[in-house]
């Protein structure tokens, strides 16, 4: 059974760091192409970024040149650096293997 728990959200002011993790149980992680996706209060699901298992990644605009995906498949877990953070950031965070996701993890950017 797939598992994905995410972790690393939190409060941070807009320009400010943070750096999520997703660990993956039950399938074999070195196989899979992974993605981070997030859901904004009152707004659909929108994809953030895609690493493929070669390593290739992928980007929305939005985030383009802000946020670095990697992952560690020794340690069977996705990664998202996201930088220089905006309030339109704000959002519960969700790494996804096809239909499956976890429980999410929300990024609040305020002042």
């Known amino acids: 059974e797939v598992q994905l728990v995410e972790s690393g959200g939190g409060l941070v002011q807009p320009g400010g760091s943070l750096r999520l993790s997703c660990a993956a149980f039950g399938f074999t992680f070195s196989m899979y192409d992974m993605h981070w996706v997030r859901q904004a209060p009152g707004k659909e699901l929108e994809w953030v970024s895609r690493i493929n298992k070669d390593g290739t990644t992928f980007y929305a605009n939005s985030v383009k040149g802000r946020f670095t995906i990697s992952r560690d498949n020794a340690k069977k877990t996705l990664y998202l650096q996201m930088n220089s953070l905006k309030l339109e950031d704000t959002a519960v965070y969700y790494c996804?293997?096809?239909?499956?996701r976890g429980q999410g993890t929300q990024v609040t950017v305020s002042s």
């Open positions: 996804s293997l096809g239909s499956s």
